[in-house]
């Protein structure tokens, strides 16, 4: 096969190339590292580099004489012959002259990503094309290992954004309650009213704590993300008999009652961790019960997640703050007690291993269900060696 | 002068700060009736509820990061009501994000502070803002 001309780009007129430059684009037909192939009007393969016998996983004796869309899967591969025929018909390029990205099919039939250029060669009344192809998987690769970064970044930086406003807006409340008071007490006792005095130094003691108490969930939240144990198959059925048997007391001064499902799933994740999701839902449905409280616990496989639940029949949330249940120091009664970080945790803990948490209730007074998703271990996989 | 007390509404469901403020507003005698509403559901129905063009207030101290209902809410809804549009609605919170202030003015409050941490400068905020906005209350007729 010697060109005679060839049409590198479809703005570029044909060169006409002397003969004695043959043996030139021989080597630079066998020595390039893009593959290159050459093919007939009718798409059979005329010739490849030995680039291409890597990259392709044919020998170029194998590929000889067959339609080159043996390299290209669904749907290129049906649709081949019929690019070729339109092109030949209207001269009109879509390939030629500019390069474009298609998967391509490898000789196993794993199909991989290319950057396809092609040129087309005219002798006489009749045409080949080469087809110049670099394979791009290791650029992909790294483009969408860089987009998610990215997009992990990001989602980060928002998370830590949402943190210091919550946090400096919580923080500073306490400190605002401390200072106005302690400037009070001198007016109090200028006054002569003890009362207030008492009073007042009542409330500066009891935000100090309410601070110490913020500070300390501050910290407890920003440890999810950095100290994990490392994961592990965790039962769920022996994950809730031990958080049963952790709440036993509170469970028993409640008089709850408690209804676990059989046969939960295994799930794989940070055990620690988990118990505390299940130890903050369970407090929670005490809390938010009124009377003695009835609380079911629960799990259904969802391809390759758990999804548990913990239901109970207590005070309910009204469907339009639903979604605010999960927001730090979020607390929907003011009056309520503790600071608000137990659903912030359970929804930290369950992004941190890759589910997500949400909130269910069919209004105030009926009652709520937290679902979350975990990933299942991976049975009959969990002894392969990594 | 023999106006009739003006009616404020804080809207604060931290019950510290609500003393705070009310201490504040009485050691500068602010003539007028407090009410309080604890949270964002509390304060919609005291300006929408039964009854409410009663207890229409002639200014509102604003919390935003409140329960149920939150701040920018309230003030959107009562900014968007022409019978309330022009009560003062001063914001009085916590958070000094750029975000909430810019919420805060494209829904038509009419001040944004942020609360001092010391006392005696919140005390001065609220005189200011309130001295300002009663006056002006009077003079444009408003009651």
Same mark, same amino acid.
């Given at each position: 096969?010697?060109?005679?001309?060839?049409?590198?780009?479809?703005?570029?007129?044909?060169?006409?190339?002397?003969?004695?430059?043959?043996?030139?684009?021989?080597?630079?037909?066998?020595?390039?590292?893009?593959?290159?192939?050459?093919?007939?009007?009718?798409?059979?393969?005329?010739?490849?580099?030995?680039?291409?016998?890597?990259?392709?996983?044919?020998?170029?004796?194998?590929?000889?004489?067959?339609?080159?869309?043996?390299?290209?899967?669904?749907?290129?591969?049906?649709?081949?012959?019929?690019?070729?025929?339109?092109?030949?018909?209207?001269?009109?390029?879509?390939?030629?002259?500019?390069?474009?990205?298609?998967?391509?099919?490898?000789?196993?039939?794993?199909?991989?990503?290319?950057?396809?250029?092609?040129?087309?060669?005219?002798?006489?009344?009749?045409?080949?094309?080469?087809?110049?192809?670099?394979?791009?998987?290791?650029?992909?690769?790294?483009?969408?290992?860089?987009?998610?970064?990215?997009?992990?970044?990001?989602?980060?930086?928002?998370?830590?954004?949402?943190?210091?406003?919550?946090?400096?807006?919580?923080?500073?409340?306490?400190?605002?309650?401390?200072?106005?008071?302690?400037?009070?007490?001198?007016?109090?006792?200028?006054?002569?009213?003890?009362?207030?005095?008492?009073?007042?130094?009542?409330?500066?003691?009891?935000?100090?704590?309410?601070?110490?108490?913020?500070?300390?969930?501050?910290?407890?939240?920003?440890?999810?993300?950095?100290?994990?144990?490392?994961?592990?198959?965790?039962?769920?059925?022996?994950?809730?008999?031990?958080?049963?048997?952790?709440?036993?007391?509170?469970?028993?001064?409640?008089?709850?009652?408690?209804?676990?499902?059989?046969?939960?799933?295994?799930?794989?994740?940070?055990?620690?961790?988990?118990?505390?999701?299940?130890?903050?839902?369970?407090?929670?449905?005490?809390?938010?019960?009124?009377?003695?409280?009835?609380?079911?616990?629960?799990?259904?496989?969802?391809?390759?997640?758990?999804?548990?639940?913990?239901?109970?029949?207590?005070?309910?949330?009204?469907? &339009?703050? /639903?979604?605010? #249940?999960? !927001?730090?120091?979020?607390?929907?009664?003011? %009056?309520? $007690? +503790?600071? =608000?970080?137990?659903?912030?945790?359970? &929804?930290? /803990?369950?992004? #941190?291993? !890759?589910?997500?948490?949400?909130?269910?209730? %069919?209004? $105030? +007074?009926? =009652?709520?269900?937290?679902?979350?998703?975990?990933?299942?271990?991976?049975?009959?996989?969990?002894?392969?060696?990594? | 002068?023999?106006?009739?007390?003006?009616?404020?509404?804080?809207?604060?469901?931290?019950?510290?700060?609500?003393?705070?403020?009310?201490?504040?507003?009485?050691?500068?005698?602010?003539?007028?009736?407090?009410?309080?509403?604890?949270?964002?559901?509390?304060?919609?129905?005291?300006?929408?509820?039964?009854?409410?063009?009663?207890?229409?207030?002639?200014?509102?101290?604003?919390?935003?990061?409140?329960?149920?209902?939150?701040?920018?809410?309230?003030?959107?809804?009562?900014?968007?009501?022409?019978?309330?549009?022009?009560?003062?609605?001063?914001?009085?919170?916590?958070?000094?994000?750029?975000?909430?202030?810019?919420?805060?003015?494209?829904?038509?409050?009419?001040?944004?502070?942020?609360?001092?941490?010391?006392?005696?400068?919140?005390?001065?905020?609220?005189?200011?803002?309130?001295?300002?906005?009663?006056?002006?209350?009077?003079?444009?007729?408003?009651?």
């Amino acid at each position: 096969m010697h060109a005679q001309t060839l049409l590198v780009q479809g703005s570029i007129p044909p060169v006409s190339l002397p003969d004695q430059s043959d043996l030139a684009l021989d080597a630079v037909f066998e020595a390039a590292v893009d593959a290159m192939i050459i093919i007939d009007q009718g798409g059979i393969v005329q010739r490849v580099n030995p680039a291409a016998e890597r990259m392709f996983g044919w020998s170029a004796a194998e590929l000889r004489g067959q339609n080159v869309d043996v390299l290209m899967p669904s749907p290129y591969h049906e649709e081949h012959a019929g690019y070729l025929a339109r092109y030949l018909e209207t001269h009109e390029p879509h390939v030629i002259g500019s390069g474009r990205d298609v998967t391509a099919r490898h000789h196993d039939g794993t199909r991989f990503p290319i950057f396809l250029s092609v040129g087309e060669v005219r002798h006489d009344d009749q045409r080949s094309f080469v087809g110049i192809i670099r394979d791009v998987t290791k650029q992909k690769e790294a483009e969408a290992a860089r987009e998610g970064l990215i997009a992990e970044l990001e989602a980060k930086n928002a998370e830590l954004e949402r943190f210091t406003y919550t946090v400096s807006h919580d923080l500073k409340s306490p400190l605002i309650t401390i200072k106005g008071f302690v400037s009070q007490l001198e007016r109090s006792v200028a006054k002569g009213k003890m009362d207030r005095f008492r009073a007042d130094v009542g409330r500066i003691a009891a935000a100090a704590d309410k601070l110490s108490s913020l500070l300390d969930d501050v910290l407890e939240l920003s440890r999810i993300g950095r100290i994990a144990n490392p994961p592990e198959d965790v039962s769920l059925e022996s994950l809730v008999a031990g958080v049963l048997e952790l709440l036993s007391a509170t469970i028993q001064s409640s008089t709850a009652e408690i209804v676990v499902e059989d046969e939960l799933p295994v799930v794989r994740g940070d055990r620690v961790r988990l118990s505390e999701i299940l130890q903050n839902l369970v407090e929670n449905a005490i809390k938010f019960s009124e009377g003695p409280p009835h609380i079911e616990i629960g799990a259904r496989v969802e391809g390759s997640s758990a999804v548990c639940h913990v239901r109970d029949r207590g005070i309910g949330i009204d469907p &339009r703050y /639903i979604d605010r #249940v999960f !927001g730090l120091f979020e607390q929907l009664d003011g %009056a309520s $007690p +503790g600071t =608000g970080i137990g659903l912030a945790l359970v &929804r930290r /803990i369950v992004e #941190v291993h !890759g589910g997500k948490a949400w909130a269910e209730s %069919a209004g $105030p +007074g009926r =009652g709520t269900t937290i679902y979350f998703s975990l990933p299942l271990a991976a049975t009959g996989e969990s002894s392969r060696s990594r | 002068m023999s106006h009739p007390p003006a009616k404020i509404l804080l809207v604060e469901d931290n019950d510290d700060h609500a003393e705070l403020i009310e201490r504040a507003l009485d050691d500068f005698g602010v003539e007028g009736t407090l009410s309080r509403a604890k949270d964002g559901e509390a304060a919609l129905e005291h300006l929408f509820g039964e009854g409410c063009e009663e207890r229409r207030p002639d200014f509102i101290f604003l919390d935003l990061r409140l329960p149920r209902v939150d701040g920018l809410e309230v003030l959107r809804r009562i900014k968007e009501r022409p019978e309330l549009r022009s009560v003062p609605v001063v914001v009085l919170t916590t958070s000094s994000a750029d975000r909430d202030l810019a919420s805060a003015y494209d829904s038509h409050v009419n001040a944004y502070v942020v609360k001092p941490v010391d006392y005696e400068s919140l005390e001065k905020m609220l005189q200011d803002t309130s001295t300002f906005w009663l006056a002006w209350n009077r003079r444009s007729g408003h009651k």
